[in-house]
T-cell receptor, first 113, second 109 residues
Framework: DVKVTQSSRYLVKRTGEKVFLECVQD?????MFWYRQDPGLGLRLIYF???????EKGDIPEGYSVSREKKERFSLILESASTNQTSMYLC????????????FGQGTRLTVV | GQNIDQPTEMTATEGAIVQINCTYQ??????LFWYQQHAGEAPTFLSY??LDGLEEKGRFSSFLSRSKGYSYLLLKELQMKDSASYLC??????????WGAGTKLIIKP
């Protein structure tokens, strides 16, 4: 059974804190993604990675950074959390290729107070 | 710009059939995906269309017309567990997924 695991289901952090969201996949997928999901909006891509130590900005990278030191792990970092970063964060992974679906983690609901 | 449109919310009756539409305008097209997302859970893959026509998978079918920039997801014999959001996503010319906001489907007994 394929699996993408996010380190926390729920997080509450204070404004200005540095926040780490961890994601691990066990499918040996090349591609990993971080999205945020807000009511009334589609999934918005923050960052993605096609290989170890490689990262690309998505549509809304401001205020975020990422790290991919190992193939199976992709971390999202909020350098200084702000209230407008309160959201559901979803990690996903996929194989490289045209017909490849994304597999998602269970999501982390982050509240910044 | 790139855009995917879906109805925000739909209501249907248990045992009935419902069609959820998706229209898209993207820079290139490399396939269209449908995902199901139950409240508070991760999206899960339902179907994929890259050629025009209908793809059937049990109670769920998905249709694509590339010339019209249009797809629909058809759910038959609705069950209460089908209450969820249904997300349409298109892979553009860079093979990036562009997501719609999702359609919340409410099933009534």
């Amino acid at each position: 059974d394929v699996k993408v695991t996010q380190s926390s289901r729920y997080l509450v952090k204070r404004t200005g804190e540095k926040v780490f969201l961890e994601c691990v996949q066990d499918m040996d997928h090349e591609n990993m993604f971080w999205y945020r999901q807000d009511p009334g909006l589609g999934l918005r891509l923050i960052y993605f990675s096609y290989d170890v130590k490689m990262k690309e900005k998505g549509d809304i990278p401001e205020g975020y950074s990422v790290s991919r030191e190992k193939k199976e792990r992709f971390s999202l970092i909020l350098e200084s959390a702000s209230t407008n970063q309160t959201s559901m964060y979803l990690c996903a992974s996929s194989r490289t290729g045209e017909v490849t679906e994304a597999f998602f983690g269970q999501g982390t609901r982050l509240t910044v107070v | 710009g790139q855009n995917i449109d879906q109805p925000t919310e739909m209501t249907a009756t248990e045992g009935a059939i419902v069609q959820i539409n998706c229209t898209y305008q993207t820079s290139g097209f490399n396939g269209l995906f449908w995902y199901q997302q139950h409240a508070g859970e991760a999206p899960t893959f339902l179907s994929y269309n890259v050629l025009d026509g209908l793809e059937e998978k049990g109670r769920f079918s998905s249709f694509l017309s590339r010339s019209k920039g249009y797809s629909y997801l058809l759910l038959k014999e609705l069950q209460m567990k089908d209450s969820a959001s249904y997300l349409c996503a298109v892979k553009d010319s860079n093979y990036q997924l562009i997501w719609g906001a999702g359609t919340k489907l409410i099933i009534k007994p």
